[in-house]
């Protein structure tokens, strides 16, 4: 069986830009990258919370610079024996994954606060610009189908599509475009039920959303590297532990209400 809903389609979709053919992932990147910052900016700016001027300076210059690097350092070791071996320094660019910003974009973030002394999460805000642009990069992935290290193991079950070659493929970008669809409608529940302590939601989307990768890529190609696991459930896996053991530790992450008399 197969799902039919997509078979009109030519993978990959590609625009004309300049007179170049270009596919449409690193297209919907760059859209959902711009978009996902001007609504995280929207949110600042109607946020009763101020945060002074070179702490908001040094997280984003962290984030940044974090994501960047941890990007294209775990895209690229996706493959080590590639890396290692035959290291090009076009295919390091263009090589990433967001499993990696993610987890360098908050090791950078941390040592940004420690160097201007900030003690305070600051990651709420940038929770749902963060979910909308990955869903938006997410169909940038999908319609690349086969032609960029993005698409799923052949399979027979009724969600297989064809993404450009001649299987039947899990189409593992709509299923994290449905995640991320579930994550926002749940934080938003969540954050409604209580007023819970700044930063919380932001580890509560981490944890779910490591935890939904390391699952995933059980039906994605990949290197092995430890036993079944690549390189990426590796990073996810270490991620897991440590917002779980932050969780855990964590105290007083309901605010208590204020009873005014």
Sequence with gaps: MKCPIFDFMDFPVTFQLFGK??????????????????????????????????????????????ALIGSKLIGNL???????????????????TI??????????????????????????????????????????????????ETYGLPTTSIFGMHLGDEYLRHPVALYEIAFLLFMWFELKMIGRKNKYVSGFLFKLFMLSYFSFRFFLDFIKPKIEIVGNLGTIQLVCLSMIIYYIYVLKNGRNLIQPKIIKL
């Design 21 to 66: 053919t270009i596919l449409a992932h690193p297209v919907f990147e760059t859209v959902g990258i711009f978009i996902g910052m001007r609504f995280y900016f929207y949110l600042k700016r109607k946020s009763p919370e101020k945060l002074p001027f070179n702490t908001s300076a040094a997280v984003l210059i962290g984030a940044t610079a974090g």
């Design 78 to 96: 996706e493959n080590p024996y590639v890396f290692f071996d035959d290291f090009n320094f076009k295919r390091f660019w263009t090589n990433n």
């Design 99 to 148: 499993v990696g910003g993610l987890a360098f974009g908050l090791i950078g973030v941390e040592l940004a606060k420690k160097i201007v002394g900030h003690k305070e999460s600051t990651g709420d805000l940038i929770v749902y610009p963060l979910i909308l642009a990955m869903i938006i990069g997410r169909i940038g992935c999908f319609l690349t189908g086969i032609h960029e």
